[in-house]
């Protein structure tokens, strides 16, 4: 717990790193930005294992992959609601449009991203460790006091190291995509009684947020593992070194949208806006 509290308290040292006369430029939004652009070259590397790649697809994904959760986050919508939540349902929509209009099989479109999401969200849990938001680092829990952002880190983690040892196994398509909806759910539900939530009313442990988050993807991962388990269809992951190349390709398009993504999450007016529980 030492450690943890010392990473914490060096973390939160200062949240903002740059500002002019109006506005205020946070570290919080550079940490999702950096996320997102890992996360983008990951997805391409991850696409082209799968056998999902052309380069119209792939601009097509990043492009509208970063504007979607940017429209559906908690800025945006001015909804509490819309952290995570709101990123997930915008990244949802630009897979089920690409999905359609390429015609590429959702669940294998999903396979091939949802690995990345685990270490996309520790990676990004680091911005709330920062910022002190999503309900503060530390929750209290029978008179003990835990680090809920640190926890999530690790089970994130672990979730996404057993996503990629599936792989290794040739799972039916389907199967990894259940696993991170399962898996999160899950992750979710064990941390949420430690959160500081505002109104926990599910046996006084579970905020209603919580438990929607919670439940839609447990109905949605089942649904998933359903299909995966009826139709068998059989997935076959191959990695080249040649896939690094076409990668990087990507990046000056990929830097852009990291940019939209900053802008988009950590710039903020001196009076009057306020993000998570901080005011700027």
């Not at 999401?117 to 910022?131: D, E």
């Not at 979710?188 to 905020?207: C, M, Q, V």
């Not at 949605?220 to 059989?234: A, C, E, H, N, Q």
């Amino acid at each position: 717990m030492g450690f943890i509290q010392k990473a914490i308290t060096f973390l939160t040292r200062k949240q903002v790193f740059f500002e002019t006369k109006n506005f205020k430029f946070i570290y919080y939004g550079l940490i999702i930005s950096l996320a997102g652009f890992v996360g983008f070259l990951l997805g391409v590397l991850s696409l082209q294992s799968f056998q999902i790649y052309t380069k119209n697809f792939v601009m097509a994904l990043i492009i509208l992959s970063a504007l979607f959760v940017c429209i559906f986050s908690e800025k945006i919508t001015f909804n509490k609601w819309f952290t995570y939540f709101g990123a997930f349902v915008g990244f949802m929509l630009a897979l089920i449009l690409l999905s359609f209009f390429y015609s590429v099989p959702l669940l294998i479109l999903c396979d091939s991203l949802f690995i990345i999401l685990p270490f996309m969200q520790a990676f990004g849990r680091l911005a709330s460790i920062n910022n002190g938001c999503c309900s503060s680092n530390y929750g209290v829990y029978k008179n003990k006091i835990v680090p809920v952002h640190a926890y999530e880190i690790f089970f994130n983690l672990i979730l996404g190291g057993f996503m990629i040892l599936l792989l290794f196994y040739n799972p039916y398509m389907g199967v990894v995509s259940s696993v991170y909806l399962l898996g999160y759910g899950g992750i979710r539900l064990f941390i949420e009684p430690y959160r500081n939530e505002e109104k926990k009313i599910f046996l006084g442990k579970y905020s209603l947020y919580q438990m929607l988050l919670t439940f839609s993807f447990w109905i949605l991962g089942v649904l998933y593992l359903s299909f995966s388990l009826i139709y068998k269809i059989p997935i076959n992951v191959l990695f080249r070194w040649e896939y690094l190349l076409n990668a990087f390709y990507f990046i000056p398009l990929i830097f852009i949208m990291s940019l939209v993504v900053f802008f988009t999450f950590g710039v903020y007016k001196k009076k009057g806006e306020n993000h998570g529980t901080k005011a700027y």
